[in-house]
C-alpha cells in the first residue's frame, strides 16, 4: 500500500522560485493510498474521480491517516494536491501519477529452476 505524507519528504526540501516545495509520486493502476499527515494543515487537489473513493479534502490534524485507503482507478491521470502547513506556513505540492507501470515498482523476478 503507498503512502502519502503531508508535507512530502523528510524534513524540510528545496522551495520553488515561488516558496513552494514540490514532489511528484507513481500510483500503479488499482494501488491503494493512504494520505499520512505530519503536520496540521489544509488539504485540496484536483481532479476529481481518480480514485475510488475521492481522496478527502479539508483541514487535518497532525498524525492524521485516512482510513479505508483510496484505490487508483485504471487509466493514466495526475493528480494535484495542494497542501498548505499551519505549522510552518508553507505550502507544498504533490502530483500522484497514475499508471499502469511505475519506474522502480518492478515484480520481483523468480529465480531460474536448473
Known amino acids: 500500500m503507498g503512502q502519502v505524507h503531508f508535507p512530502p519528504g523528510p524534513g524540510p526540501g528545496p522551495l520553488d522560485g515561488y516558496g513552494v516545495l514540490s514532489a511528484s509520486q507513481c500510483v500503479k493502476y ?4 493512504t494520505l499520512v499527515f505530519d503536520d496540521t494543515g489544509i488539504l485540496a487537489y484536483g ?10 479534502m479539508g483541514y487535518f490534524p ?5 482510513s479505508p485507503p483510496c484505490v487508483a482507478t485504471s ?9 498548505f502547513d499551519l505549522e510552518t ?4 505540492t504533490v502530483t500522484l501519477q ?9 515484480r520481483e523476478k523468480k529465480p531460474k529452476k536448473r
Open 75 to 83: 487509466h493514466d491521470a495526475d493528480v494535484v494536491m495542494c497542501f
Open 30 to 33: 488499482g494501488e491503494p493510498v
Open 62 to 66: 497532525k498524525g492524521k491517516q485516512t
Open 89 to 92: 506556513f508553507l505550502m507544498s
Open 98 to 106: 497514475i499508471r499502469a507501470s511505475c519506474p522502480g515498482k518492478k
Open 47 to 56: 481532479p476529481l474521480g481518480d480514485f475510488t473513493p475521492n481522496l478527502p
